[in-house]
């Protein structure tokens, strides 16, 4: 059974900083992509950032290049991201997912119970 438990989401002020986790348990796949996506109230959910199992490759939404970084740590099957100059716009309910490597991005079959991110003004 696969499992993913997001943490470090919480309330914080504009132009602070958050690193969320994504722990990852039971991946099918020996070759993935771990993603972060958002929902923001009243929006569609969106994609972040994306990583590789190896580290090889990243991605990110243009909006969130130079704030955010993706990381991995393999031996603990953990996805991080960390997040700086938050702004209001920021603040959403924030998802883990994984795909397989060989899959598209609108391929993600597994997601995370979600953890939440205010940004305050």
């Known amino acids: 059974q696969v499992q993913l438990v997001e943490s470090g989401g919480g309330l914080v002020q504009a132009g602070d900083s958050l690193r969320l986790s994504c722990a990852a348990a039971?991946?099918?796949?020996?070759?993935?992509?771990m993603g972060w996506f958002r929902q923001a109230p009243g929006k569609e959910r969106e994609f972040v950032a994306e990583?590789?199992?190896?580290?090889?490759?990243?991605d990110y939404a243009d909006s969130e290049k130079g704030r955010f970084t993706i990381s991995i740590d393999n031996a603990k099957n953990t996805v991080y991201l960390q997040m700086n100059s938050l702004k209001p716009d920021d603040t959403a309910i924030y998802y883990c997912?994984?795909?397989?490597?060989?899959?598209?991005?609108?391929?993600?079959?597994?997601w995370g119970q979600g953890t939440q991110v205010t940004v305050s003004s």
């Open positions: 039971g991946l099918p796949f020996s070759s993935y992509i």
């Open positions: 997912a994984v795909r397989s490597a060989y899959s598209r991005r609108s391929g993600y079959k597994y």
């Open positions: 990583i590789a199992w190896n580290g090889g490759y990243t």
